[in-house]
C-alpha cells in the first residue's frame, strides 16, 4: 500500500525528467523518463512526510536556537555565528550583537588595553551568561591583553557584552564579542600560545592541541595586520587589529599566523577550543 501511494504522480518530485518515489524496505528509487531506476537507503537525518509534501498545519518548526548536535554520533561543526569589534576612550566599553543568540553556543571575548596600569572587570552580558577568563593579562608594554569565554550559553535577542575598566586613565580599549556554534558545552577551552615582534611575519608560536576537532582563533594586535594563510579574517578594529580562526580536524601543532608592515610593533595571541 505504501508502494502503490508513492506511485501517484501526485507524490512524486520532477525535475527535468528525474524524480523519486519511496519503495519497499525504506528505500528512495530516483527514476528518470529514460526508464532508468537507482535505489538508496534514507539516511538517518531526515525522512520524507507520509504525503509527500507540507507538513500539517499544527506541526512544530524545526527551527530552533539550540545549536547542540542531534545525532549522537556525529559531532557538530564549529561554526562563526556573528561577532562585532568596538574602539572606546572610555571606561566602559559595550558590544551589540545585532542577531538572536543561539542557546547552548559560546562567545569569545578578547580585549587590548593601551594601558597596562589598569584593571579590567570580567566581562557581562544582558543574558546573564558567565565569563571565565582563559588567557591573560599579558602585559606588553604599554598594552595588556585578554581573552574571556563564556561556554553553553543562554541564547536571546538584544544582546551586547560589556567590559569596564578600573582606574580608567584615559585608556583607549578594543573589545571584539565573538559567537561560535559547536564548541564544547564544557572544558572548551584547550591551550594558547603568544608571541611579540616587528617583523612582516606575524606568530603566536606553537602549541599542541589535545582534541581531533578544534577551533584555533587568532587575536593579533598591532596596525594593519593582515589574516595569515588558512586563517578566516573574522572581524578588524579601527585600530589595525583583527579576529581571524581556522577549524582543524587532527590533534597537533598549530599556531596563529598573520602579515603586519615591516618595523610595526604586533602581538599575537593563539587560543583553541574543543569541539563538541
Not at 542577531?99 to 588595553?113: E, K, L, P
Request: proline content about 4%; charged content about 15%; aromatic content about 8%.
Amino acid at each position: 500500500m505504501l508502494a502503490s501511494h508513492w506511485d501517484d504522480p501526485r507524490h512524486r518530485a520532477r525535475f527535468s525528467g528525474v524524480g523519486f518515489r519511496l519503495g519497499s524496505a525504506g528505500l528512495v528509487v530516483l527514476w528518470t523518463t529514460a526508464g532508468c531506476e537507482l535505489a538508496f537507503p534514507l539516511d538517518r537525518y531526515g525522512s520524507l512526510p507520509d504525503d509527500g509534501g507540507p507538513a500539517e498545519s499544527g506541526a512544530k518548526d524545526s527551527t530552533s536556537t539550540d545549536s547542540r548536535a542531534t545525532d549522537g554520533d556525529a559531532p557538530a561543526l564549529i561554526t562563526y555565528v556573528q561577532g562585532n569589534v568596538v574602539s572606546v576612550k572610555t571606561k566602559e566599553a559595550v558590544v551589540a550583537l545585532d542577531s538572536v543568540v543561539r542557546s547552548h553556543d559560546a562567545i569569545i571575548v578578547c580585549i587590548d588595553v593601551d594601558d597596562k596600569s589598569v584593571g579590567l572587570t570580567s566581562p557581562t552580558d544582558t543574558l546573564g551568561n558567565n565569563y571565565g577568563l582563559i588567557f591573560g593579562p599579558i602585559s606588553a608594554s604599554p598594552r595588556q591583553y585578554f581573552v574571556y569565554l563564556a561556554q553553553d550559553i543562554d541564547g536571546g535577542a538584544s544582546t551586547s557584552v560589556t567590559a569596564m575598566l578600573s582606574n580608567y586613565t584615559n585608556s583607549v580599549f578594543e573589545v571584539f564579542a565573538l559567537e561560535y556554534s559547536g564548541l564544547a558545552s564544557s572544558n572548551a577551552f584547550d591551550t594558547s600560545s603568544d608571541d611579540m615582534g616587528t617583523s612582516m611575519d606575524v606568530t603566536s608560536g606553537p602549541a599542541m592541541t589535545m582534541s581531533p576537532h578544534e577551533l584555533v582563533l587568532g587575536f593579533g594586535v598591532g596596525g594593519g595586520i593582515m589574516a595569515g594563510s588558512n586563517f578566516m579574517p573574522v572581524l578588524t578594529s579601527p585600530g589595525g587589529s583583527i579576529v581571524e580562526y581556522k577549524v582543524v580536524t587532527t590533534a597537533g601543532k598549530y599556531e596563529a599566523t598573520a602579515t603586519t608592515t615591516s618595523g610595526t610593533s604586533w602581538e599575537m595571541i593563539m587560543a583553541t577550543f574543543r569541539g563538541q
